[in-house]
């Protein structure tokens, strides 16, 4: 089926959906392109805490999970851990599906990558997950530990499980904000199986007075670097604007201009975005892809771990609403809702 065939069913889709006043159908928000849907995510996915093993977080059916990583401070390799010291995770760096929920947990990003590919190659149409990655302290270029070296491990571990920035411009746009205002997203049935890695700056980067060149901004320029060089295909994640709160463009932060199109992730905590007076509905129509962290804090408050379904599903469908890509959260004892999928921008 062609692009502009497969448009046209979205649209009709959502178009029933808005004339007849009724839920949108599984099948239906399948249909739809990936930038005009609403999902949940579940926060620290990697944390013991959260789940036994990552794969538990990965069989809620959740539309994103989160990995903390550091290169910095003490140890060698991409870590994954809450804090600076040593891997802290439910990874298991399994091979086989039996390995995902037993054995020794505590691995490095390497090895938690390689639980996303082999529960995925067991799952194959599983629904379309952003891995979140929190460079909790930057990249380390100078210690191997760069965009580049990202991009290589995570080539070497996910391979054809990613959707990856060069998949969207998919060698007609120049750029991400070319290809996203176009809409050229797939549709979620179109990207069964696949992860789409999200980069955020971290909290330690964000407070290092001598870092000034953060996470989003060398990550772009690395994207940037590689288009000119016609060498996109070897990016692997989409960096993103992170933690937004004023009103306009928040691309115009960045004081190099060439770097501001490589950016269609916004991610920031959902109750400053919905009571700051931001237009939600810019960053639907030019369909840019909008992570709202803790969308129990969003008046009124719901319980950010327990609350119960209907207020999970209903905070789903307010954030919906106002334009969220991911609702994001820590409902992992709610299934039903962490799989949940709604048409943005609509009322369920």
Request: glycine share 8%; with cysteine.
């Amino acid at each position: 089926m062609s692009r502009s065939v497969r448009s046209a069913v979205a649209l009709g889709a959502a178009a029933l959906v808005a004339l007849l006043g009724s839920p949108a159908s599984a099948a239906d928000v399948q249909q739809l392109p990936y930038s005009q849907s609403t999902a949940v995510g579940i926060h620290n996915t990697y944390d013991p805490a959260a789940f036994p093993y990552l794969a538990d977080g990965l069989g809620t059916g959740t539309g994103l999970i989160e990995l903390d990583t550091w290169t910095n401070l003490v140890g060698s390799a991409f870590r994954v851990s809450h804090d600076p010291v040593g891997n802290s995770n439910n990874c298991t760096g399994s091979t086989t599906v039996a390995g995902l929920t037993s054995g020794s947990t505590n691995k490095d990003l390497a090895g938690c990558l390689t639980d996303l590919k082999t529960w995925s190659d067991a799952h194959p149409d599983h629904a379309p997950v952003v891995v979140k990655v929190e460079m909790k302290d930057g990249f380390l270029a100078n210690k191997g530990r760069g965009p580049a070296e990202f991009d290589t491990l995570v080539n070497s571990k996910l391979g054809t499980s990613l959707f990856r920035p060069a998949d969207l411009t998919a060698g007609t746009y120049a750029t991400l904000d070319a290809a996203a205002r176009a809409n050229a997203w797939p549709s979620r049935a179109q990207l069964q199986g696949k992860f789409v890695i999200e980069l955020i700056p971290g909290t330690v980067e964000e407070q290092n007075p001598f870092d000034t060149f953060w996470t989003d901004q060398e990550y772009a320029t690395h994207l940037r670097d590689l288009q000119a060089a016609g060498n996109l295909a070897q990016a692997t994640a989409f960096p993103a604007v992170h933690t937004v709160n004023t009103p306009g463009d928040p691309r115009t932060r960045y004081a190099d201009a060439t770097l501001r199109p490589w950016f269609v992730f916004f991610d920031t905590d959902a109750s400053g975005f919905v009571s700051n007076g931001i237009d939600l509905n810019w960053y639907d129509q030019n369909h840019y892809f909008v992570v709202l962290t803790d969308a129990q804090n969003v008046a009124p408050a719901i319980d950010g771990t327990n609350p119960t379904e209907q207020q999970a599903r209903d905070r789903l469908n307010l954030l919906a609403q106002d334009h969220a890509s991911i609702v994001s959260a820590d409902w992992r004892s709610l299934p039903s809702v962490d799989s949940a999928v709604v048409p943005r921008g609509s009322a369920q």
